[in-house]
């Protein structure tokens, strides 16, 4: 009978307050002669009506107010207290367990008894049953409550100190990944200086390619062999052999080349250290050791596969972690002949060759392009006389322009040379640069002199600059010249012939550059910024459905230690293990962070390691990365810093605090949220990387803490409707062997029972979560009950009810068959802004914080709104006190069908006041439109179906623009810095050139002729000619840019606005009116005007235009950044003699082919 009284009761309070709302009146904005066709007061009728039920609704099946009343319970002042604020002190007492008893055991005692968790599959329903049959395993609720003393308090978070613990338990990771990493280059150093070379050695390895490959026979092929595979979920469920690595050598590289059988069978040495270092530490990835010879030994082994083409486009040279390892900081300088012996295939060479030199330059490295002839020609005009850095956006700037040169006059090398050494030296002066190693890339078919005037004047005897030239073509009438050049500038000669030859010849030069660092001994550790190697992942076959995943990676180079080759300063290669970017997430103690507070990671260069707003792919038919995915700068995203004072601190290394007003997107960007955020920050030690937290000022700087028995706690949290944040770390079971197959709770109960003592998790989390489970526990048998009970829900409305803590608790309950529901990824994996992930809230608990105490926030999601439009969405926030610094504890809510949403709203706008029951006006008229909005302006309820989920001012944009005009809704300017904007890329020339029959055969033939004799498969793949065919077919391509866009927001204290419209004459009239209780508006429009000529109001972005001036001061312009500590340029024992040599195509090719060239030109 109690428990009738009760419901009853809140029914009652729940359908009363629209009154009480409708009495006390709210502030009105109106305009004369607005009400002549709507008469407010049905408007306001209809509102009421609507909002008490869909209210009642809400509460009703949430279960919003038992929970509060759960907390209220628990925290309300003892006798003798005089403040609400007390309770933010330790709070114990008999009083807590009767209030509790009198609100959560009214439910269990009805029949909820504890018992076993839900088997897999099994419903709620079906397991609620079965414990109402079985026995009684737990106590009785009086009891149960008397087990234990809760004390509850309220926090204020020290953000400086959280931030600095946090940074401690990230250094520890790096630090451990590179002990790991020095092992190896321990382990290869040694076997390396145990090893003679001997150019006959023949040895069989584990080729990554060839493994379990067998011919026609069923034999294994060569160097493949039968290798033993098995999936292991660690290494995203590939299949892998943790005793062994497989060693890949590049496609146009031989495999049983002596330089590589030598290196591999010295490195094989490395396996056990491999082993050792995953047994040493389980939660290590990918271990490796890129060779200076081109091969590539990884840890574990894994069978690697060629793409379409039969090609597997890696090297590990060209990888960022290779170049930043081998080599110091540079500036570069590159100078291109383009007189007017570079025409034709030369030209279309040293294009090839100043590309794959800029592949080689990293974020610590600066550069500028120069085209010469009898004038010098900056490639970008607007960088004369400087450098920029070479992170992507400015090499993919300079790529573009090197298509726009042509050869023509003569060449001046002098005056190019004099000017490369001037930037070279002026800028050095600035202190902008590298400020460490540099050198002049010259890529020219010939020299007449060898200049030594200009490096008497400009670089002896110090040699500061190195000199590599390449000689392009196969004449060597200038090879001394460029050869001597080299030599007396410790710098190196290379002669490339072909396309094919370009790669392998531009990589000499690292080694060039990483003679001092050897001949120091110096095994620099370096860090690399967040990137995805798409390469890697391609042949692995990895398929991903959230996309390839983010991750740094810590390097270390390895050197020759042999005597004899000491001042030569041999690199035998890097070594180099991954860190997924996720497992630094799982540091992050989310739940002191707040619903809306995020933890962040930058580079020494202000580039994002992890940030939330990092968006890095984007998805066209599946995911994939966006261009400039690796080097977005932390101002890009924490855009309102218009001084980059939080990034210069940060990027400097230092330590300390920074607030500002932001605006934070959800739900995909089409939402906004105004709040304040403070930031603190510190750097990482051991590493170039700095950390910061974000907590928003109110509820998100105050935690909350409460006490509970383990034995209590862990009954309630093994309840069949209990799950925990998949993306949160509350026992580490990655890092033995023997935890991985726990479950998180399964980890939590031999934790605090103390059943695994090397089990590490985090005491605090768990704690909060036992007390989080025992209070919400009433939630799941009042849920039960509403589900067995016949008579409520007949018509199922409503599907889920739901429920988050802020410990990443959830309970869930299915008042509809798991099949029968609308939307079937709500609340899974699938749906990833509606579930707790490892860098944020559910999108239903954030918006529901922001929400007025105890109204509901409604929505259609978005990713059904595009789809079937098949839900509406309600949660409400569950705050700990009557208080604003109170923290919300929790959200609850509920998932109900759209149909049933839209058919209250119909139901309650058939009302009127009229005592003959005639009304004025219905919904139902053709001379009105009725919507039901949200505070963002989309539209929820329509008569036109279709329209249901689009922004109200692509409907209605008179409506839209007065509204705005009148403030009930205001118009927030946001900004996109990682956009991609769509651009198209035909040449209408090349399809002029190709219409004639005669001409196609032509170029047929010729660029058949020119693919035999100047190309082979690996470089034809390897130069990305894919890009360039992509443009030439006049697609349309996807480009970064920045974009402007709007978002809106209803103002809170206008409750109801009346307005006319001038529509060519016409006047237009409109109501709209706030919904009690929630966040929607009802809009009523009369029809009687046509206004469809007044322009929408979208949301779509707008690129932003940069004028040639701004361009360029964009390119200029370089943020703050943190110089790399170590830095070699030279070494006085350095042997620069070793400067070069010439390579030439094979005369018996060339030969036979020569016939066939002249043959078709002659044409």
């Known amino acids: 009978m109690l428990g009738d009284w009760r419901i009853l009761f809140s029914h009652m309070c729940s359908t009363s307050l629209p009154l009480l709302w409708i009495l006390v009146g709210f502030n009105v904005v109106e305009v004369a002669g607005s009400q002549q066709g709507i008469p407010l007061s049905v408007v306001k009728l209809w509102a009421s009506a609507f909002g008490g039920e869909i209210k009642s609704i809400s509460a009703k099946y949430s279960g919003s107010q038992l929970l ?43 029949g909820a008894t504890r018992g076993s968790p839900r088997k897999h599959g099994e419903s709620v329903q079906t397991a609620y049953r079965k414990r109402l049959q079985g026995p009684n395993l737990g106590p009785p609720c009086s009891e149960k409550y008397k087990e234990f003393e809760k004390s509850v308090r ?6 400086v100190k959280l931030v600095k613990t946090l940074a401690v338990k990230m250094e520890e990771v790096f630090r451990k990944k590179a002990e790991a990493t020095r092992r190896l280059v321990e382990a290869a150093e040694e076997a390396h200086h145990q090893h003679e070379e001997n150019p006959d050695l023949q040895y069989e390895y584990f080729n990554a390619v060839l493994i379990n490959e067998v011919d026609e026979m069923g034999n294994n092929v060569e160097l493949g062999g039968e290798f033993l595979l098995e999936p292991n979920d660690h290494f995203n469920n590939l299949s892998v052999n943790l005793s062994l690595s497989v060693v890949q050598v590049p496609t146009n590289m031989y495999n049983k080349d002596p330089d590589i059988v030598n290196g591999v069978y010295w490195s094989e040495a490395l396996n056990k250290v491999f082993v050792d270092n995953f047994e040493r530490d389980p939660t290590l990835i990918w271990q490796y050791f890129g060779s200076a010879k081109g091969f590539f030994r990884q840890y574990p082994g894994v069978k690697w596969h060629p793409d379409e083409h039969g090609v597997i486009g890696f090297d590990c040279r060209n990888r960022k972690w290779y170049i930043q390892a081998a080599t110091s900081p540079k500036d570069v300088v590159i100078l291109v002949d383009v007189s007017g012996s570079m025409k034709g295939l030369r030209l279309t060479i040293a294009r090839q060759t100043v590309s794959s030199i800029l592949d080689t330059l990293g974020d ?22 400087t450098l920029v850095r ?24 002098g005056e190019a040379l004099a000017e490369a050494f001037t930037i070279l030296n002026d800028f050095n002066q600035t202190g902008r640069g590298s400020v460490c190693s540099q050198a002049i890339m010259l890529v020219t078919d010939g020299a007449t002199e060898m200049y030594d005037d200009v490096f008497e004047k400009y670089n002896w005897p110090e ?57 120091d001994h110096e095994h620099d550790t370096v860090w690399t910024e967040a990137y995805v190697d798409s390469a890697l992942s391609q042949a692995h076959k990895l398929r991903d459905k959230a996309g390839p995943s983010l991750m740094t990676t810590v390097a270390m180079p390895v050197f020759s230690t042999k005597n004899e080759t000491k001042n030569q300063g041999i690199l035998l290669g890097v070594v180099g293990t991954d860190i997924p970017l996720q497992e630094l997430m799982k540091l992050i103690p989310k739940h002191m962070l707040g619903i809306h507070g995020y933890a962040f990671a930058i580079t020494n260069n202000g580039y994002i390691l992890t940030h939330p707003d990092l968006r890095p792919l984007y998805q066209d038919g599946q995911k994939r990365r966006k261009p400039n995915y690796s080097s977005v700068d932390l101002s890009e995203v924490e855009w309102e810093d218009k001084d980059d004072a939080l990034r210069n601190a940060m990027v400097n290394r230092r330590t300390g605090t920074f607030s500002m007003e932001v605006k934070k997107t959800v739900d995909r960007g089409r939402r906004v949220l105004k709040m304040h955020n403070d930031y603190y920050y510190t750097d990482i030690k051991g590493t170039p990387f700095s950390v910061g937290v974000a907590l928003s000022r109110g509820h998100g700087k105050y935690f909350f803490r409460g006490n509970v028995s383990v034995e209590a706690g862990l009954r309630d949290l093994e309840q069949p409707d209990v799950a925990l944040a998949d993306e949160w770390t509350y026992c580490n079971t990655e890092e033995q062997h023997e935890h991985r197959h726990l479950t998180q709770i399964q980890a939590i109960k031999l934790f605090m029972t103390g059943r695994r003592q090397h089990l590490k998790c985090d005491r605090e989390l768990i704690q909060e979560v036992l007390f989080d489970a025992v209070v919400t526990a009433p939630l799941e048998a009042y849920w039960t009950g509403l589900a067995l009970n016949k008579s409520e829900n007949s018509d199922k409305g409503v599907e889920i009810a739901f429920l988050g803590t802020r410990t990443g608790l959830s309970r869930t309950n299915l008042f509809v068959p798991a099949d029968q529901l609308s939307n079937q990824d709500f609340l899974t994996a699938e749906d990833k802004e509606g579930v707790f992930n490892a860098d944020h809230f559910p999108l239903w608990y954030k918006r529901a914080a922001e929400q007025v105490p105890g109204t509901f926030v409604y929505s259609i999601p978005f990713s059904t709104a595009l789809e079937n439009k098949s839900v509406v969405l309600a949660s409400t926030a569950i705050q700990l006190l009557d208080d604003r610094k109170s923290p919300i504890v929790a959200a609850v809510g509920i998932q109900m069908k759209l149909e049933f949403f839209q058919r209250k709203f119909w139901t309650a706008c058939r009302q009127c006041t009229a005592l003959d029951g005639k009304c004025s006006i219905s919904c139902d008229n053709d001379d009105i439109n009725c919507y039901l909005i949200d505070n963002n302006g989309f539209i929820l309820v329509t008569e036109e179906q279709s329209q249901t989920g689009l922004f109200f001012g692509q409907v209605e944009g008179a409506v839209m623009n007065k509204l705005l005009q009148m403030g009930s809704f205001k118009r927030i300017t946001l900004y996109d810095y990682q956009a991609l904007c769509k651009e198209y890329a035909g040449s209408s020339d090349s399809a002029r050139t190709l219409s004639d029959p005669f001409t196609v055969v032509k170029w047929l033939l010729t660029e058949l002729v020119i693919f035999l004799l100047e190309f082979n498969l690996y470089s034809w793949w390897n130069i990305d000619l894919s890009v360039k065919a992509q443009r030439s077919r006049g697609k349309t391509m996807m480009v970064p840019c920045d974009t402007e866009y709007p978002a809106f927001v209803s103002e809170r204290t206008i409750k109801e606005t009346t307005g006319n419209i001038d529509c060519e004459g016409c006047v237009r009239s409109f109501v709209i009116q706030q919904i009690p209780s929630s966040n929607l508006f009802m809009v009523v429009v009369d029809n009687k005007c046509d206004c469809s000529s007044a322009p929408p109001v979208t949301m779509d972005p707008i690129e932003i235009m940069y004028n040639e001036s701004l361009k360029c001061d964009r390119l200029k312009f370089q943020k703050d950044r943190k110089k790399p500590e170590s830095c070699h340029p030279f070494h006085p024992e350095e042997n620069a003699m070793e400067c070069g040599s010439a390579t030439r195509l094979s005369s018996t090719l060339t030969a036979a082919l020569l016939p066939l060239i002249a043959a078709t030109i002659s044409r």
């Open 68 to 110: 509060q009343k759960e907390l209220w319970a628990i925290t309300a002042p003892r006798p003798g207290t005089n403040s609400s604020s007390e309770a933010s002190a330790s709070v114990k007492g008999n009083s807590r367990i009767n209030a509790k008893t009198s609100a959560a055991c009214l439910w269990e005692e009805s």
């Open 154 to 159: 309220v926090e204020e978070i020290d953000g």
């Open 364 to 385: 610590d490295d600066f550069f500028n392009i120069i085209a010469y002839n009898q004038e010098i020609h900056y490639v970008e005009p607007c960088l004369n006389g």
């Open 390 to 413: 070479a992170d992507r956006t400015n090499k993919d700037h300079f790529r573009e322009h090197l298509d726009k040169l042509f050869a023509k006059g003569i060449g001046l090398l």
């Open 463 to 519: 040699r500061k600059v190195r000199i590599f030239p390449y000689l392009i073509g196969r004449e060597s009438a200038f090879a001394d010249n460029l050869k001597w050049m080299a030599c007396a500038n410790k710098g190196y000669f290379s002669q490339i012939s072909t396309l094919a030859d370009v790669q392998e010849n531009v990589m000499r030069y690292l080694h060039v550059m990483s003679r001092p660092k050897v001949i």
